[in-house]
Structures are given as C-alpha cells and as structure tokens.
C-alpha cells in the first residue's frame, strides 16, 4: 500500500504561482513512477506531468513550460512547480504513484487560479 497527501494549493492571482507537493508513505520501494494530474470542475481528469524514480519526466504538451516537477527520493516527495498561473489552471491537483501494478491516488489540493 502507498498512502499520499498533497499540500500547497490554494488561491492564487492570475500570473502568479504555486507550489504542490505530495508526501508518499508506505511501500515506497514499489514506486515506479510519481506524478500530478488534475481535474477541473465537468471535465475528465488529466495530466500535469510525471516522473520516474530515475527522474524522467513526461509533461502535457499544453503545460509544459509553464508546469516544472521534481522528485525528492530521500524524501519521498514530489513537487510541482507551476507558474504563470492562468484562470484555466483551476481545477483539484491529485499526487499519483504508480506501481507497475496499481495506481495510488492522494485526496486532491484545490488550486484556484482568480482573474
């Protein structure tokens, strides 16, 4: 079992930034790969980015450049950066963990980007 808890969201101007982090508990070792997705109000869940334990990244191409996360192993963390916040950014932000088995969810941060 993994367990995650994400912290960092909140309110924020547009243009302004925000950092996430996810704090992963459990059986680390079985980590394969850790990421953030999002899901804003009537729409599907999507991808921020992610990244592997030998940190790889991958990123939405429609983020990329604006979105940066890192990875802390000795810590167990992960951390996304986002910048140049736009009112579209709002939306719940859940930390991921996937273990080539089964995929770990956090409860969600609220990022509410205002105009």
């Known amino acids: 079992q993994v367990q995650l808890v994400e912290s960092g969201g909140g309110l924020v101007q547009a243009g302004g930034s925000l950092r996430l982090s996810c704090a992963a508990s459990?059986?680390?070792?079985?980590?394969?790969?850790m990421g953030w997705y999002r899901q804003a109000p009537g729409k599907q869940r999507e991808l921020v980015a992610t990244?592997?334990?030998?940190?790889?990244?991958n990123y939405s191409d429609s983020l990329k450049g604006r979105f940066t996360i890192s990875r802390d192993n000795a810590k167990n963390t992960v951390s996304l950066q986002a910048n140049s916040l736009k009112p579209e950014d709002t939306a719940v932000y859940y930390c991921?963990?996937?273990?080539?088995?089964?995929?770990?969810w956090g409860q969600g941060t609220q990022v509410t980007v205002s105009s």
């Open positions: 991921n963990a996937w273990t080539g088995v089964r995929s770990y």
């Open positions: 459990g059986s680390i070792a079985s980590i394969i790969r």
């Open positions: 990244i592997t334990s030998g940190g790889t990244t």
